[in-house]
């Protein structure tokens, strides 16, 4: 499975981007897809989570109510729509995959895309 992340950007506070993750590979519909994020000097930490029908999704306290993960598993995609950014948004956001229950831990991933920038300044 090879993942590709894309549209980052830099956007003023209460703005909106959407992330796109694009997978290659075998059985995306059956894999658990993750968003993570690193901002400079600190640990990679979840955002959002999604299981393999679409049907759950998870999210971290500080960005519930304005990202939404989403997927689609005929396009073999899955997107984070980021609304009402905040500077503290700012980080490399990570897309990831794995089999199985579970969605928080970094460490449970199999698969990694390559970090996609986004910065919210004004």
């Known amino acids: 499975v090879q993942l590709q992340a894309s549209g980052g950007g830099l956007v003023q506070p209460g703005g909106s981007l959407r992330l796109s993750c694009a997978a290659s590979g075998r059985a995306f519909s059956s894999w658990t897809m993750g968003w993570f994020r690193q901002a400079p000097g600190k640990e990679r930490e979840f955002v959002a989570a999604?299981?393999?029908?679409?049907?759950?999704?998870y999210y971290a306290d500080s960005v519930k109510g304005r990202f939404t993960i989403s997927r689609d598993n005929a396009e073999n995609t899955v997107y984070l729509q980021m609304n009402s950014l905040k500077p503290e948004d700012t980080a490399v956001y990570y897309c990831?995959?794995?089999?199985?229950?579970?969605?928080?831990?970094?460490?449970?991933?199999?698969?990694w895309g390559q970090g996609t920038q986004v910065t919210v300044s004004s």
């Open positions: 999604i299981y393999w029908n679409g049907a759950s999704t």
């Open positions: 990831a995959a794995k089999s199985g229950l579970g969605y928080r831990a970094p460490n449970a991933y199999n698969y």
